[in-house]
């Protein structure tokens, strides 16, 4: 589906568009005329139907292209291993939760958790995935439609991270699950979790000036979307959350 002139959402599950498997995240293609980035690949459930949305909006990944990850829980990584496998797609992790790509970490990342509370099936496994690249806060990737800027976050998982573009189109932020279209939080009982590195994070989020949201789940917004930022921010300034 497309969004923008370079920005697709090809993944969505039942918290968002419903385009693709019901446990999948809300997964973004920017093409920055080098390379396209791929935000997130969903549960690995049924990533074909990932790539089926890319190839309706013309879209194809090759070995120059990158599957940028925003944390590592289930419905956001659980396509990496397939992707790499099938496209030789190159994949780029945030710098502290690569162990949990890498040895497939049910309890760092926060899937025994969540099998325990019986969200997610006992079947459902994080495929171990060797990744090309570490990521750091404030690293910074140039290319010929746009710029990109790493923002290293926390509250959510371990050691997530947020991307923020300037496009043609405006200024993008990719946030994974650190706050939605309606400025709310996700603040889960699992590995990770932390209120207080939330609210920095948040601040640091503010920061920007953002004109479209692209969250990990539910709608998008391709107009004003610090506003979503700015709500968070409030409501993390109270005394109780």
Not at 71 to 91: E, N, P, S, T
Not at 104 to 113: F, R, T
Not at 236 to 241: D, M, S
């Amino acid at each position: 589906m497309r969004l923008t002139e370079n920005l697709y959402l090809v993944g969505s599950g039942l918290t968002g568009m419903m385009l693709t498997d019901s446990w999948d995240c809300n997964c973004y293609v920017a093409d920055l005329g080098d390379y396209r980035i791929l935000f997130d690949c969903g549960a690995g459930v049924k990533t074909e139907l990932i790539t089926e949305e890319m190839e309706k909006d013309g879209i194809s990944l090759g070995e120059k292209d990158w599957l940028f990850l925003t944390h590592c829980h289930l419905d956001h990584v659980g396509g990496a291993y397939d992707l790499q496998k099938a496209f030789g797609v190159r994949i780029a992790v945030p710098a502290g939760e690569k162990p949990i790509l890498t040895l497939g970490d049910e309890v760092e990342s926060g899937l025994k958790a969540a099998k325990r509370a019986g969200y997610y099936p006992d079947e459902f496994h994080i495929t171990p995935c060797v990744s090309d690249r570490s990521l750091y806060d404030r690293e910074i990737w140039k290319a010929k439609k746009g710029r990109l800027e790493v923002l290293a976050v926390k509250g959510h998982s371990p050691a997530g991270c947020c991307y923020y573009l300037e496009m043609p189109e405006g200024n993008v932020l990719v946030t994974g699950d650190q706050v939605d279209a309606d400025g709310k939080i996700s603040l889960q009982v699992i590995p990770g979790a932390d209120v207080l590195g939330y609210a920095e994070s948040m601040e640091k989020l503010q920061e920007k000036e953002v004109d479209i949201l692209l969250p990990g789940h539910g709608r998008v917004l391709l107009k004003q979307g610090k506003t979503a930022v700015e709500t968070a921010v409030k409501r993390l300034g109270a005394l109780f959350v």
